[in-house]
């Protein structure tokens, strides 16, 4: 991956991220695919999020480093939106549409790195955070049963959940600095 596809795939996380995507996942796909190297996945619980999160994805590539998408598929619906940059290309996915079509199986010989930021967001948004910072573009490399294990345990929360706990934390610890 040249340095600019680097750079790319680390505004579109952290562009995500930052609309409260859930288990952000890159597959490498370049030995199936010959039109991209990699695809990045993105969950969102709503139809609503998925086109917030896909919306601030084209901003921030465009604000950041002058790049638009080549092709943008789905914009309308919101269930998927597809965001084609070449050799990345995007998915972000309402929860059921990503558990339903599956593409970290479909595409499960490709090398699979899961993204996770680390931090408060992370925490909050119900994240599994991996070692590394998205703007290093630092993931956990994982095998496809790996990553299929591991969304047994994340899938479960729905982000109203992982929000109201979070919340609750929060407001646990702002109590204790008013103390």
Known sequence: MSEAQKDLRDVIVEAAIDKLATDPVAVDVGNRLALAESFLIFSAPTDRQVRAIAE?????????????PDRIEGRTGGTWVL?????????VLTDE????????????DGKVTHLAPEGEAARVAGFVVAPGTVGA???TPMSAAEVVASMG??????LASAIASGAMDLAADSDAEED
Do not use: N, P
Not at 83 to 91: K, S
């Open 56 to 68: 601030e994805i084209m901003d921030q590539t465009a604000k950041q480093l002058g790049v638009k």
């Open 153 to 158: 345990d994340t899938r479960g929360m729905d």
């Open 97 to 108: 549409q990503r558990e339903f079509y599956a593409l970290e199986k479909l595409w499960a």
């Open 137 to 139: 573009g630092v993931g």
């Open 83 to 91: 965001i084609d940059y070449g050799e990345l290309i995007c998915h």
